[in-house]
């Protein structure tokens, strides 16, 4: 078979998807981005007529002058963000004097020929569990699946509240009767008709909730009933269409534009009916920037209070890294009005001793601005916007893009960024902080003052 080297680029999602061979031909497409990674695209042969895509690794082991190859694997069972992946973990483990080839984990990668196999028929029951009704179905996903995501909680919410009528305990809800729920429906059933039922579903939603929680619950379903078919879970009537046939959301572009908003939203907290480590939590979000996930769940461990910094560890991060985030006065004047509970939350609720949930905070903004209260008849104000209004504030003092970004924690998608930039950025994070919080120190604190502990924590 003829082999033909293309010129070194940085493949794509799109070349590697549309990068097609001759009859017998064989092509390397090798990747600029990572040295020594390629994919080997085979022509059609009478033995294979739809030809073959083979993710390859040329390597040496440090130590050795032997060159190596190791199969990654074939697309598109590996995509092209999974197999740059394992294939730099494999440069790491040769770089540290290891054969990738010859370690378990990627014993599966090495070159190895298929071994014929018998189809069988996956049976209903599914890891010695009988999935027979949607109440399994729910349990099976949140524990086998969600359960990994940092998002797992807010799964289990929306299931329990939507299809089962229970809390995020698993407790019946209030005033709910069984009969208007879905709980014991049979998966089996083949009048099923999960794509009607489900619409009506995410239609009440929207009515009740509006566009974007009609849209997060249609999602959170659709995975839930791919994982059951991916899973080999029978799932019997008419399935769950691939696509949301509602129109998406618009995108947000709400945020604190002016002084006069900015003031009065601080000064709204001070005057409205909730905790006061709710006015902290929602302050300490406008004042850092960060998410009010993050914010929610602060924890006096990841603080520094010498160094002046937050820390947040990786487990917690959106993007899976840890982020230092430099504290401004205003942030630390707030922390001081919040000593830590004894379990260590910094800003715990009430009554649970634990940290809000984030139906909590969005209940507490909506209070603000219903009639009567401090915030009412302003455009709609969200716990994110507080995060936009910091990164867009930012930005009008000159701060640049870059460095807004380091601040929110976004990261581009290269893989320099994602491997090899670890630069935390603390000047120019501290510099930027420290720019946000002086603009809100000059128009909240009463001229011919020097106290800002109260006026800004209270």
């Known amino acids: 078979m003829d082999v033909a080297r293309e010129r070194l680029k940085r493949l794509t999602a799109t070349v590697v998807a549309a990068t097609k061979a001759p009859m017998g031909a064989r092509l390397d497409l090798r990747d600029a981005a990572l040295p020594g990674f390629m994919l080997r695209v085979a022509g059609p042969t009478p033995g294979r ?60 990668l090495a070159p190895s020929r298929p071994k014929l196999q018998r189809k069988v028929v996956v049976p209903r029951s599914w890891a010695g569990i009988e999935v027979a009704t949607l109440d399994d179905l729910v349990s099976q996903y949140l524990d086998l699946w969600a359960a990994r995501k940092k998002s797992g909680a807010e799964d289990r919410r929306i299931l329990h509240r939507a299809l089962l009528g229970w809390d995020k305990d698993g407790q019946p809800l209030p005033g709910v009767k069984a009969s208007d729920t879905w709980r014991g429906r049979r998966l089996n059933d083949p009048k099923n008709d999960w794509h009607r039922d489900i619409v009506m579903l995410r239609n009440g939603i929207l009515a009740d909730s509006g566009r974007s929680a009609a849209h997060h619950f249609f999602a959170i379903v659709r995975k839930m009933f791919n994982w059951a ?9 008419k399935r769950l269409g691939k696509t949301n046939p509602l129109p998406p959301a618009s995108k947000r572009e709400r945020w604190l534009e002016t002084t006069a908003e900015r003031v009065q939203f601080w000064e709204a907290l001070s005057e ?27 924890h006096k461990r990841e603080l520094d209070r010498e160094r002046g910094i937050w820390i947040l560890p990786k487990e917690r991060a959106k993007n899976g890294r840890a982020h230092l985030i430099p504290l401004s006065p205003v942030a630390l004047a707030i922390l001081d009005q919040a000593p830590p509970n004894r379990d260590g939350w910094v800003f715990p609720s009430k009554i649970t001793g634990e940290p809000y949930d984030q139906q909590s905070l969005a209940r507490a903004m909506n209070r603000l601005q219903k009639p009567g209260a401090a915030l009412a008849g302003i455009e709609r104000l969200t716990p994110h916007d507080l995060r936009r209004t910091c990164n867009s504030g930012m930005r009008s003092l000159t701060v640049s893009k870059a460095d807004c970004r380091m601040v929110l924690n976004h990261q581009d998608g290269d893989v320099n960024s994602e491997h090899y930039d670890l630069y935390q950025g603390e000047p120019e994070k501290r510099r930027a902080l420290g ?20 006026r800004f924590a209270s």
């Open 435 to 454: 720019l946000w919080s002086d603009h809100l120190m000059a128009i909240l604190t009463p001229p011919g003052s020097n106290v800002v502990g109260l």
């Open 272 to 298: 409205a009916g909730i905790e006061s480590n709710m006015r902290r939590v929602l302050r300490f979000i406008l004042v850092t920037g960060q998410r009010p996930g993050e914010v929610r769940g602060l």
């Open 229 to 237: 078919e991916a899973e080999g879970i029978d799932v019997k009537g």
């Open 49 to 108: 007529p739809i030809g073959r895509k083979v993710w390859s690794l040329l390597y040496k082991v440090r130590g050795t002058k032997e060159r190596r190859r190791l199969t990654v694997g074939t697309f598109p069972v590996y995509d092209l963000d999974t197999a740059r992946q394992k294939a730099i973990k494999a440069l790491h483990e040769a770089g540290e004097g290891r054969d990738p080839a010859a370690l378990p984990e990627f014993a599966p």
